[in-house]
């Protein structure tokens, strides 16, 4: 073979290679389809954001008087929980209409002029999509109860077991707000499935007319303007099809608790993963004309394993609930460390990271990890690699508002009962939106709020927050700047523990100063060497510190010896 042809089928194979690098860049870049990456989300619970009204309860148009609030924040979207037709037996995630707004939140046309407005700001809006169960007064259910084809088939029936003479339900499954998960139709002499409350009827997946119906509604708001959805509570569509009775789990509750079971046969189905798989197909194909894709976000609390499967099956964000669920007050740095770490780990290549702060089923992050520690989480899940979802509210650390028996309206709470029901309402982080110090907290004219205000709202709300150099309020919007910056954005990630008690992230990127965050897990001061643990410049400059902790801004640290204030996190760059 001569020099020459040698020299053509390098320079060849180097075009080769040159051209993967350049098609490899293209695609793990940031193209404007994942318009989602390196932002922050923002969940706006409506009944609670703001009231346009006066009724008490909060609406569409209250979202839009306050529009401005997000573009502020600059966060890239929001999502809105349920606001379809519902009796609120679960405030609005028991749907009796799912192609229509219910009146307390307005109309198609407020909504229309809401998406419009966001549009115009620059903020998506991304709506909740709940398949898992209709209400039991959505006309399917009617004529499901009636035996009407084809809605006979809509819903998971199954007949009693008979036990000395009468009816018992169909097998020991129990609803994730207590009790048995099967109600008996009188009417139709069978039992209906609930996962969730009574009036939550379970569709039944294995019908295709229902996977149609939840096509159609998908197809619906993508024609009413909305750039993705949150999908509620997907890995309890698929049951088991033997019914079988589900395993004690040896936790130490009631026997009408949830928790009571390993729902080993009605959660996290191999089936799940296969619609969830059809409904990427079908979103991509019918908005293949929009320049942006659909955002899809999956509601799963499940193992690594499935959260894996989630991102494989086409969620572009199987929602990390670890600071949630996983992680506490308690937890150790080497916990968070792990954590962290095996999430990375899992995040399948070219998909992106996720970390929710908090959301509406759960303590508000003051409550679970102490006032004190109020901004780690937000802190952390700025510095980390991909995108944040923060609560509303979370942006000002507002806090749970402790309810009395009589105050509880949350199905998980009243079920409980009057000795249980705190450790399972939900109301306490569902309280108004905290604006200002005016009569409820500026949310509402009304004499009576849906959820009282949270009396702290004198001290904790957004006005007091602008005008104070120092505020949770502040620090969020200099943390939503620094997650667009390139370190955070494109640099290699490494947690470190620096000491026992002191969690470190740093985010590198070639020829410039790292990004470092370290967080104080202590309830003292502590004085670290970042410098000789994390190999950083000896000199970095402090890029925003906790509230409460007393760190200044842009005051140059020496990161051999540096003050951590009890219960302290410091950005430094
Ligand atoms: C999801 C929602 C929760 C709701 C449940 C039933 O978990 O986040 O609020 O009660 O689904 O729809
Ligand atoms: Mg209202
Ligand atoms: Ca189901």
């Not at 046309?109 to 966001?118: I, S, W």
């Not at 079988?244 to 949830?258: F, K, R, T």
């Not at 100063?513 to 967080?519: D, S």
Request: some cysteine.
């Amino acid at each position: 073979m001569s020099n020459k042809v040698i020299f053509t089928m390098l320079s060849l194979f180097s075009i080769i290679v040159l051209g993967a690098c350049i098609i490899g860049f293209t695609l793990s870049a940031k193209t404007p389809k994942e318009w989602w990456n390196n932002s922050f989300i923002y969940q706006v619970y409506p009944r609670s954001f703001m009231d346009s009204d006066g009724d008490g309860t909060g609406d569409l148009n209250g979202i839009t008087s306050k529009l401005e609030h997000f573009a502020d924040l600059n966060v890239s979207a929001i999502w809105i929980s349920p606001i379809y037709v519902s009796p609120m037996a679960d405030f609005g995630y028991d749907i009796s209409n799912f192609t229509d707004i219910d009146p307390v939140f307005g109309t198609i046309e407020d909504f229309t002029n809401l998406t419009t407005r966001a549009k115009s700001l620059g903020i998506k809006v991304l709506l909740d999509f709940v398949p898992n169960h209709s209400s039991d007064e959505h006309p399917w259910f009617k004529q499901s109860v009636q035996r009407v084809k084809p809605y006979d088939d809509y819903y998971v029936w199954l007949d009693g077991k008979l036990v000395n003479g009468s009816y018992q339900p169909p097998n020991n499954w129990l609803s994730v707000f207590g009790g048995s998960a099967w109600e008996w139709s009188p009417v139709r002499q069978q039992y209906y499935l609930h996962q969730f409350t009574r009036g939550q009827p379970d569709l039944n997946f294995t019908n295709p007319l229902v996977l149609m119906e939840m096509e159609k509604i998908l197809i619906f708001w993508i024609d009413h303007g909305v750039d993705g959805f949150r999908m509620d509570a997907v890995n309890y569509l698929i049951e088991d099809a033997r019914f079988l009775d589900e395993p004690a789990s040896g936790a130490n509750v009631p026997a009408d608790d949830y928790d009571s079971l390993d729902h080993v046969y009605s959660k996290d189905m191999d089936q799940t993963f296969v619609i969830l798989k059809t409904w990427r197909k079908r979103i991509d194909a019918y908005s293949k004309k929009d320049k942006e894709q659909k955002l899809i976000l999956t509601e799963a609390y499940a193992d690594m394993e499935s959260m894996k499967r989630f991102y494989e099956a086409g969620s572009d964000v199987p929602m990390n609930f670890m600071f949630i669920g996983q992680l506490n007050a308690n937890s150790t740095t080497m916990e968070f460390k792990r954590a962290i770490d095996s999430w990375l780990g899992m995040v399948p290549k070219g998909h992106v990271a996720n970390w929710v702060v908090g959301n509406h089923d759960n303590s508000r992050v003051s409550n679970r990890f102490g006032a004190g520690r109020a901004d780690q989480l937000s802190m952390l899940t700025a510095v980390l690699p991909g995108l944040g979802i923060i609560y509303y509210g979370d942006e000002i650390g507002m806090t749970d508002r402790e309810m009395t028996w009589n105050e509880t309206v949350d199905p998980a709470g009243c079920n409980a009962g009057p000795e249980r029901f705190m450790l399972k309402s939900r109301d306490p982080e569902r309280t108004p939106f905290q604006w200002d110090d005016s009569m409820n907290a500026g949310f509402s004219t009304a004499n009576e709020t849906w959820l009282p205000v949270n009396d702290n709202y004198k001290q904790i709300n957004l006005a007091k927050q602008k005008m104070e150099d120092v505020s949770h309020y502040k620090l969020l919007k200099q943390l939503v700047k620094l997650k667009k910056t390139p370190v955070v954005a494109t640099g290699t990630t490494e947690v470190i523990l620096v000491t026992e008690n002191v969690l470190g992230v740093i985010r590198k990127l070639p020829d410039v100063k790292p990004v470092v965050l370290l967080v104080n897990f202590k309830n003292e001061t502590v004085v670290v060497d970042a410098r000789t643990w994390m190999n950083i410049p000896a000199e970095l400059t402090v890029f925003a510190g906790s509230v409460g902790s007393g760190i200044p801004s842009e005051v140059i640290m020496d990161t051999t010896e540096i003050y951590l204030p009890a219960e302290a996190s410091v950005i430094l760059y």
